[in-house]
């Protein structure tokens, strides 16, 4: 089992950046992939970015091309999420997830845990 903390959401202005934080427990996650999603106010989760097991590879969609980061610290444990040029419609719940294989997916059935989700509200 794998427990999953996101941590670095806020009210956030319009341009502004943010950097989001996911902490692995228990078991560890270095074996695996790691991926972002988030959910906006009446609408689906949707996939937002991951990263392979290594860190040398990644996947994003293409609304966020450009303007968000992912990268991870095996040794640590923990995946992060960096945000440029926030926009309203970025507003959303985002969580973090453990793949199920070490290779970056994007559908959220190739994700066996997931975090909480934490709050990021864009300002405009």
Known sequence: QVQLEESGGGLVQA?????????????????RAMGWFRQ?????????I?????????YYA???KGRFAISRDN?????????????PEGTAVYYCAVAR???YDSGSGGYEYWGQGTQVTVSS
């Not at 943010?18 to 692995?24: F, H, I, N, Y």
């Open 15 to 31: 341009g502004g950046s943010v950097r989001l934080s996911c902490a692995a427990s228990g078991r560890t996650a270095s074996d």
């Open 40 to 48: 906006a106010p009446g609408k689906e989760r949707e996939f937002v």
């Open 50 to 58: 991951s990263i392979d097991r290594s860190g040398d590879n990644t």
């Open 62 to 64: 293409d609304s966020v």
């Open 75 to 87: 040794a640590k444990n923990t995946v992060y999420l960096q945000i440029h040029s926030l926009k």
């Open 101 to 103: 294989t070490a290779y």
